[in-house]
C-alpha cells in the first residue's frame, strides 16, 4: 500500500505544480502597447496618486488593447481624455465621491454632459448615490438619443426632490418601453414625467427654504 501511496502523492504534487506554473505565467497585457506602455502606466500611476480610479484607468487600457480596434497611440490618447473626465467628475460631485461615483460621473461628461450640470448631483454624505440616476441618465442620452437638456432638466428636477434609485430605475424602464413601441424619444420622456405623482423635497431641503 505505501507504494501506491507514494506514487499517488507524487502525482498530486506533480498536478499542482502545474497549476501554480500556470497561474504564474501570465504576461501582463499592457506589454502589447509596446513604446506607449510606459506612457500608459504613467497615466495609472498618476491616476493611483492623485487618488482617482486608477484600476479604472488600467481597465480601460487593457480593454483597448484586447478589442484591437485602436492603435496604440488612440489608446493613449483615449486614457488622456478619460483620466481628465475622472479629474472633472471628481471635482463635480466633491470630495465624498466614491470611486463607483466619480467613475459613473466621467460616463455622464463622455455623454456631453457639462461639468455644471454634473455639479447637481453633488454628493453630500448623507447616504445617497446618485451612481444609479447618472447612470440612465448617461443611457437615455448617449443610447436612446433623448435630448440632452431635456433628460438633463428632468433628472435634476428628480434628484432635487428627493427620488430614490427605484424611482429613476421606474422611469428609465418606462421611457425605454415607450420608444420602442415607436414613441419619440423627447416625447416619451416628457410624457412620463407629467404622469409622476409630485412629490415632496428631502427633509433637509424643507429645512433650507422654511415657510414664512
Not at 84 to 110: C, F, H, K, N, Y
Request: glycine share 4%; aromatic share 6%.
Amino acid at each position: 500500500m505505501r507504494p501506491r501511496f507514494v506514487g499517488f502523492a507524487l502525482l498530486l504534487c506533480a498536478a499542482l505544480s502545474s497549476i501554480g506554473a500556470q497561474q504564474q505565467v501570465q504576461p501582463d497585457p499592457l506589454l502589447k502597447l509596446n513604446e506607449w506602455r510606459p506612457k500608459v502606466q504613467a497615466l495609472i500611476d498618476s491616476a493611483r496618486a492623485e487618488r482617482l480610479p486608477w484600476n479604472a484607468v488600467r481597465l480601460k487600457a487593457i480593454e483597448g488593447v484586447n478589442k484591437k480596434m485602436m492603435s496604440n497611440k488612440a489608446i493613449y490618447e483615449a486614457l488622456q481624455a478619460f483620466y481628465r473626465r475622472l479629474e472633472q467628475s471628481r471635482a463635480a460631485l466633491g470630495p465624498m465621491a466614491s470611486d463607483e461615483e466619480i467613475e459613473t460621473g466621467a460616463s455622464v461628461l463622455a455623454a456631453n454632459v457639462t461639468v455644471e450640470d454634473l455639479a447637481k448631483f453633488r454628493v453630500s454624505g448623507t447616504g445617497r448615490s446618485p451612481t444609479l440616476a447618472l447612470t440612465f441618465l448617461a443611457d437615455l442620452i448617449d443610447k436612446h438619443n433623448v435630448p440632452k437638456n431635456d433628460a438633463i432638466e428632468a433628472f435634476t428636477k428628480l434628484w432635487k426632490d428627493g427620488a430614490a434609485d427605484s424611482d429613476f430605475d421606474g422611469l428609465w424602464h418606462l421611457v425605454d418601453q415607450d420608444i420602442l413601441s415607436g414613441v419619440a424619444p423627447r416625447n416619451a420622456l416628457q410624457s412620463r414625467m407629467k404622469s409622476l405623482p409630485p412629490r415632496k423635497p428631502p427633509a433637509d431641503q424643507q429645512m433650507e427654504n422654511p415657510r414664512s
